[in-house]
């Protein structure tokens, strides 16, 4: 009698866990989808303040040694010149 109560359990809990999965998994693909819905409803409204971001990522990058200074500086300048650029087209 018992193994057939265990083996009983173990079907049941080896459903449930799998029903659980996939739960978890279905909220996860809605959140994802959500999340992407929302972000190209809103879009991306400051470009200039992506430029600024990249600008300190880029900088920290330098810091860390991961970019070297020529690199730097290149990444830099053309930033700068695309945030000048922007600026001066929406005045």
Same mark, same amino acid.
């Given at each position: ?14 459903? #449930? ?21 929302? #972000? ?49 087209? #929406?005045?």
């Amino acid at each position: 009698m018992d193994s057939i109560e265990n083996s009983l359990w173990w079907k049941l809990l080896n459903r #449930s866990a799998w029903e659980l999965f996939g739960l978890l998994l279905a909220i996860l693909v809605m959140a994802w989808l959500i999340l992407q819905i929302r #972000s190209w409803w809103t879009g991306d409204d400051d470009p200039a303040e992506g430029d600024h971001e990249l600008l300190m990522s880029i900088r920290e990058l330098n810091r860390e040694g991961d970019l070297t200074d020529d690199e730097y500086r290149n990444i830099k300048g053309r930033l700068v010149e695309r945030m000048r650029d922007a600026s001066g087209t #929406s005045e």
